[in-house]
């Protein structure tokens, strides 16, 4: 392995201001934006995602927005091809490459090393476990793997179908927990030196901040986003369409939920997902975390810069400091 990149990333929980902040440092830095968003991947899927605008990719570069329609699948393999493909040519071009996005697998997968196993797989048995999902439940599904694979299940959401299904399609394949096959894995060792920096604020301002960005964004063509998905055949059959949001909206347009109640359905799960995220990012480590109530967005931006700065020239050692 030739040298490792230095790359930078902004971590916290939804709508904590990663995007504004990283769009500020994306053109102080002179940097490139590689997202890590497991739903932003999805083209048509603009709203209720959030993601910038069209014309701020055109004068940021975001890579990892728009890679592929909401009835394929996109693995974590293929992130990490993608992400480390970008960061080369990022680099290549003298430019710097910026991870921004609140999907912490993705990060673990990229920057604490991906599990080298050769784990076998059969279509038709992980369909199979779809299936049950969709005549039992998911629950049931999270449950059967739970009875097999407690440390998977443990880490898997119950809604993650695609997931859970995986595991145990790889359970019932190989007789093992997915959990013991990927702990004899050799680690493969990242090619990036990332510096973290983590965003957080009390969580009473993130979950009202979640409230009417939820809120906006039913008044501003998201209903309109999800009639559309499935009138052209992306409906709920499809992993995309089992996002916090998404999922409320498709039950509106059947008639079985107000739209009320799914604006209420988009903001409770998403809330919960919040708490899930800092569960997750509090293991990151080392990780520069900032309370961005507690600064103005002016300080904010210059602290984080000049620790930045500070790991792109080799001299990070203040990493691991809580700001």
């Known amino acids: 392995m030739g040298e490792r990149v230095r790359a930078l990333a902004v971590i916290g929980p939804t709508a904590v201001g990663k995007t504004a902040l990283s769009l500020d440092l994306a053109r102080m830095l002179d940097a490139e934006v590689i997202s890590v968003d497991s739903r932003q991947v999805y083209r048509y899927m603009d709203v209720g995602t959030d993601k910038v605008s069209p014309d701020l990719r055109r004068e940021i570069l975001h890579h990892g927005v728009d890679v592929v329609d909401p009835d394929e699948t996109f693995t974590v393999a293929a992130f990490l091809a993608l992400a480390e493909s970008a960061a080369r040519r990022i680099v290549s071009r003298g430019r710097v490459p910026l991870f921004v996005g609140g999907t912490p697998f993705y990060y673990d997968a990229l920057f604490r090393g991906m599990l080298n196993a050769n784990l076998p797989g059969d279509p038709g048995t992980r369909r199979r476990f779809e299936q049950a999902a969709e005549t039992d439940g ?7 793997l739970a009875s097999v694979d407690p440390a998977t299940a443990a880490r898997l959401h119950p809604n993650d179908v695609r997931r859970v299904s995986r595991a145990l399609e790889i359970y019932e394949l190989t007789g093992r927990p997915p959990s013991e096959l990927y702990g004899e894995g050799e680690k493969i060792r990242s090619s990036m030196d990332v510096l973290y920096v983590g965003l957080n604020r009390p969580r009473a301002d993130l979950f009202e901040n979640i409230a009417t960005r939820a809120r906006q964004q039913f008044a501003s063509g998201y209903p309109e986003e999800v009639v559309w998905l499935i009138e052209n055949g992306f409906d709920e059959r499809f992993p ?9 909206l498709a039950a509106w347009y059947r008639g079985t939920m107000t739209m009320e109640e799914a604006l209420e359905g988009d903001i409770r799960r998403t809330k919960a997902f919040c708490r899930r995220q800092m569960t997750w990012f509090g293991k990151f480590s080392p990780t520069l975390w900032y309370d961005t109530s507690a600064l103005s967005g002016r300080e904010l931006r210059t602290r984080i810069f000049e620790e930045m700065w500070k790991h792109l020239e080799g001299k990070n050692q203040a990493k691991g400091k809580i700001r």
Do not use: I, P, V, W
Not at 138 to 144: G, N, W
């Open 138 to 144: 998911a629950d049931a599904l999270h449950r059967m």
């Open 240 to 248: 995309s369409m089992q996002g916090f949001g998404y999922r409320e």
